[in-house]
């Protein structure tokens, strides 16, 4: 495959903090941030095109966020299949089963959960899977 070359600017930590994962791995820098970006590509990428997708939503965020949280989750209900919530270290988390739903519907859920200023919010699509 044909690679394109560009630069990229980080904050010196996160870089300094690559190059360690970098050795750690035994891989160098470029092919880290290739498997890193390619993974990104997985989760975000699906976006692109407007299809149906099955997938799993984390969420997690302080506690206290809660009812914000389920505002948005009742907003969606159409679009999340199922909800499990956890607690941990002053921690919410919460794992949304999403079934067959449009990826612009994703999109939405996820901007609206992250209004909410959550810690992470992450998608683990399984459409591409299939």
């Known amino acids: 495959m044909r690679k394109r070359r560009f630069g990229i600017s ?3 930590q996160v870089a300094e903090e690559l190059d360690e994962l970098a050795s750690t791995l035994e891989v160098n820098r470029s092919k880290l941030i290739e498997e890193m970006v390619s993974q990104g590509m997985v989760e975000r990428g699906h976006l692109l095109r407007e299809h149906r997708c099955t997938g799993v939503l984390m969420v997690v965020t302080t506690k206290g966020r809660e009812s914000e949280l389920y505002r948005v989750y009742n907003e969606f209900r159409g679009v999340i299949k199922s909800i499990a919530h956890f607690h941990s270290k002053g921690l919410c988390m919460d794992v ?6 449009e990826s612009s519907e994703i999109a939405s859920l996820e901007k609206e959960i992250r209004k909410v200023r959550v810690s992470v919010e992450r998608y683990f ?6």
């Open 96 to 101: 949304l089963f999403i079934e067959e739903a």
């Open 10 to 12: 980080l904050p010196s």
């Open 125 to 130: 699509p399984v459409c591409h899977l299939s």
